[in-house]
């Protein structure tokens, strides 16, 4: 990521320098002549001129995607998807992208469709996972598999989680500042057009001395459209190869991303993009949408990146593919059939190693296919409690019913207490939906609440600022209630109010920070801490779990383990915001410590498993997927 971002600057740098050096031979040259001020001074003038035309549209470009990813969709024609259709495709597409946001433990995105792309492609926008939009083709719903729909969609979280979105919008807004020139330029061309519309002699000479200027800034221009192609496939190739490996982590099979792949080998749209701004958003879509040279090429070359995941396979073999992609619009109706067919039945998400070690831990076997419709199975038979539910958070005030219920509490003396604060706050009948809901959840194990809150968490988003509020300040009151705040709830509120903070502001989602880890060490101990004594069975176990997490944070250095407080909340929030100012690779030390507290006892409790997701959700940084988590 750091590495693409100097990449980017000295790009950008190099643009900048060339356009501005541009600019002032032609104004020397053009303007010079007729002016009287000093030759320094006219190109002062103008190198301040390009610098603020550039620096003003590139903050004019990333103002109007300052709403995140659902901006950038809506920009290239993309359709929403409504979480309750009942086309099978669009269907199969929002359960696939909701079962791998569960199982990488990110909110559900939104989901958008471009519906007159024939050809396969997809991206991911925003400028958090709070914010993100996901967008597929049509050509995605008409050509693949559900097992390669599954790859392209883990494709495309990868960049949710490593941070590729915010790089890609700030990306967008540069690539508009360098090329405004060209733009200007093609403008003030066009005008030319229309010289009939000017009367005298003097007008139209004024105008093709306007002409011929729109000609030479277009020229100018294309050292921004060079540079910017350049920019676009320097930042984008590594990150493509580097997402077709994490889909294979997130599914668990190398065929899916692949069979993707090949099939735009194949097909003869390929990756292509139609839209007209399509190579605006280049850099960030799943193959390349165009035909490139190699240099301006935004991905590694299709059979590299297939080898790269089946290194036996050979370029002969893609003719039989060529069969399966020839489907045709008119067959409508057998493609909904087959869509249907290939839905597997329920099983618990576990795309991700960690969301399988939670179901083994609890003595359920671990499902071969990952999917988002259901719980582990038991006596009280969640698995359709758990689809009923999941109907029911698609819109937004259920959504926000639901969301009191997961904190309400399985004591009768406190559950009334909290149902008081909920009627203050919402009224009777909303208070009612809580209770009705909360008997549902507490027939589902506690495993089953995070899955709850990433599917409700679009239509949360709806919800207006007031009631979002009025919400984070109920479930505060609900879970404070009890002195002893169940672990459960602390993850819910915690998660809940990060992501809805973030999604209203997008742009003031966090950075990558600049803190070293030994500034930051009393919030990695109480971190570790809390991990280490929600996973162990007793004070002794505990410690040495501590003891080991600290030792590989700062290996060699004296620590005292300190039996964790009963009001560890407030302190652990603050903890966790220190450590989001840490630089990446002193998070990735900090997260590695934690697994080796998670794996001390080698047993990976469910508590230990939420608490790594809330701890990673909070520090901005990917689950991590390992054997043994």
């Avoid at 790269?308 to 396979?313: Q, V």
């Amino acid at each position: 990521m750091r590495e693409s971002t100097r990449v980017l600057v000295v790009l950008f740098i190099a643009a900048v320098l060339a356009i501005v050096a541009a600019v002032d031979m032609l104004v020397a040259v053009v303007v010079g002549p007729w002016v009287k001020i000093s030759h320094a001074s006219l190109l002062t003038i103008s190198t301040i001129a390009v610098l603020g035309l550039i620096a003003g549209c590139a903050a004019y470009r990333i103002s109007s995607l300052s709403a995140g990813g659902k901006a950038v969709a809506d920009d290239v024609g993309g359709e929403p998807v409504p979480p309750d259709t009942q086309d099978p495709a669009l269907r199969q597409l929002r359960n696939v992208i909701e079962e791998v946001a569960i199982a990488s433990g990110t909110p559900v995105p939104d989901i958008y469709l471009l519906p007159d792309e024939p050809g396969i492609n997809a991206f991911a926008a925003g400028y958090s996972p709070s914010d993100a939009a996901i967008t597929v083709t049509q050509g995605c719903l008409d050509h693949l598999t559900r097992n390669e729909l599954q790859g392209v969609i883990a494709h495309e979280f990868s960049h949710v989680l490593n941070g590729d979105m915010r790089l890609n919008i700030r990306l967008m807004g540069l690539l508009y500042g360098i090329m405004a020139l060209s733009i200007i330029g093609r403008q003030m061309t066009w005008s030319r057009g229309n010289a009939g519309i000017w009367d005298s002699e003097d007008d139209r000479d004024r105008l093709s001395a306007w002409f011929l200027i729109g000609i030479a800034l277009m020229v100018i221009g294309s050292i921004g459209h060079f540079f910017g192609r350049l920019i676009q496939a320097a930042v984008a190739r590594s990150r493509e190869t580097l997402a077709d490996a994490c889909a294979v982590q997130f599914t668990r099979q190398t065929s899916g991303i692949a069979g993707a792949l090949k099939k735009i080998a194949v097909l003869a749209e390929g990756s292509r993009l139609q839209t007209v701004n399509r190579h605006e958003i280049a850099h960030m879509m799943l193959g390349d949408v165009d035909h490139f040279s190699a240099w301006f090429a935004t991905h590694p070359p299709l059979m590299n990146r297939i080898r790269l995941l089946e290194p036996y396979f050979r370029e002969q073999e893609l003719a039989k593919l060529k069969p399966q992609v020839q489907v045709s619009v008119g067959k409508s109706d057998e493609k909904q059939e087959v869509v249907q067919r290939e839905l597997p039945p329920l099983e618990w998400p576990g795309g991700l190693a960690i969301g399988a070690a939670v179901v083994a831990a609890q003595g359920a076997p671990v499902p071969q296919v990952a999917t988002a419709d259901a719980v582990q199975s038991t006596a009280v038979s969640p698995r359709e409690t758990f689809a009923r539910l999941k109907e029911a958070v698609r819109q937004p005030e259920s959504a926000l019913a639901m969301m009191l219920a997961l904190a309400t509490s399985k004591q009768q003396e406190l559950r009334a207490k909290q149902a008081k604060l909920v009627a203050d706050a919402f009224g009777d009948d909303v208070q009612a939906a809580v209770s009705e809901r909360a008997a549902e959840v507490q027939a589902l194990p506690a495993t089953s609440h995070m899955p709850l809150l990433s599917l409700a968490f679009p239509a949360l988003k709806q919800l207006t600022p007031g009631r979002q509020q009025t919400l984070l300040q109920t479930l505060d009151a609900v879970v404070s209630i009890d002195p002893q705040v169940d672990l459960d709830d602390y993850c819910l509120v915690r998660l809940l109010r990060m992501h809805l903070l973030e999604a209203c502001k997008p742009r003031s989602a966090p950075v990558d920070g600049q803190k070293k880890l030994p500034a930051c060490r009393d919030s990695v101990a109480l971190v570790c801490a809390v991990v280490a004594t929600y996973g162990a069975t007793d004070d002794a176990a505990a410690r040495r779990a501590w003891l080991l997490a600290m030792d590989q944070a700062f290996p060699g250095a004296a620590a005292t383990w300190q039996t964790l407080p009963l009001d560890w909340q407030a302190p652990f929030d603050r903890a966790l915001d220190d450590l989001d100012g840490l630089m990446p690779a002193a998070k990735e030390i900090v997260i590695q410590s934690l697994l080796g507290a998670i794996r001390a006892d080698g047993v990976v409790t469910a508590a230990e498993a939420e608490l790594l997701r809330v701890i990673c959700a909070s520090l901005h940084c990917p689950v991590p997927a390992q054997p043994g988590l």
